[in-house]
């Protein structure tokens, strides 16, 4: 029997630790569940560490972003979470597609982009309007870069508009949101499988 996958949550919270953060919250939600799985991991909060802009693996002298790409290479599924702000997903998520856009020149072995084989997940919390648009954003770059995106691969709240009340504030995370957070895991740790089992061809 093939081992368990492992997965990384990448926070794009705007919040530096230990400032309490929704997204932080939705970040261990994802892990609690992938755990539920027999499935390792661990989540970063990208904003705690320092990551150039730019489209390359390594940006240079001060860059943190090798040593997460590392993580990134290291896990079978990879989970994003993110806040809406404006209506579009957090600069720091914006900043890890851009630095994730490398891996597309990275091979594997068989001549595919390393993420080939790779599955991802999204998750986005916020108090306005925009759950479906961030999610598209991010869903269409991590394809892009070569993920593959789970069925239902993601899970949101968004609280009433034009209010303050933030999904860390609840009393208990609504149904719908735990419901389909637990589908998409359950179909990222299946098609990490059989990725595993039956890998994409060789190009």
């Known amino acids: 029997m093939a081992p368990s996958p492992t997965a990384l949550v990448l926070n794009c919270t705007l919040k530096p630790s230990p400032e309490p953060s929704s997204t932080d919250l939705l970040a261990q939600q994802f892990l609690d569940a992938?755990?539920?799985?027999?499935?390792?991991?661990?989540?970063?909060?990208?904003v705690d560490h320092s990551v150039a802009p730019g489209v390359e693996t390594d940006?240079?002298?001060?860059?943190?972003?090798?040593?997460?790409?590392?993580?990134?290479?290291?896990?079978?599924?990879?989970?994003?979470?993110?806040?809406i702000w404006l209506g579009h997903p957090s600069s720091v998520a914006q900043r890890v597609?851009?630095?994730?856009?490398?891996?597309?020149?990275?091979?594997?072995?068989?001549?595919?982009?390393?993420?080939?084989?790779?599955?991802a997940l999204v998750g986005v919390v916020g108090n306005e309007d925009g759950a479906h648009k961030v999610t598209s954003d991010l869903y269409q770059?991590?394809?892009?870069?070569?993920?593959?995106?789970?069925?239902?691969?993601?899970?949101?709240?968004?609280?009433?508009?034009?209010?303050?009340?933030?999904?860390?504030?609840?009393?208990?995370?609504?149904?719908?949101?735990?419901?389909?957070?637990?589908?998409?895991v359950a179909?990222?740790?299946?098609?990490?499988?059989?990725?595993r089992e039956q890998p994409y061809p060789a190009s």
């Open 59 to 83: 940006m240079g002298d001060g860059d943190d972003w090798p040593a997460l790409h590392d993580q990134v290479l290291a896990a079978d599924i990879l989970v994003v979470t993110t806040p």
């Open 141 to 184: 770059g991590l394809n892009d870069i070569g993920f593959t995106i789970a069925a239902q691969g993601g899970t949101y709240w968004v609280g009433e508009a034009m209010q303050g009340t933030d999904y860390r504030d609840l009393d208990e995370t609504p149904d719908p949101t735990a419901t389909a957070l637990r589908t998409a």
């Open 97 to 119: 597609l851009e630095r994730l856009d490398a891996m597309i020149s990275e091979e594997r072995d068989d001549g595919n982009p390393v993420a080939f084989g790779r599955v």
């Open 34 to 46: 992938l755990s539920d799985h027999g499935v390792s991991g661990e989540a970063v909060r990208v």
């Open 187 to 195: 179909n990222a740790v299946h098609l990490s499988g059989l990725l």
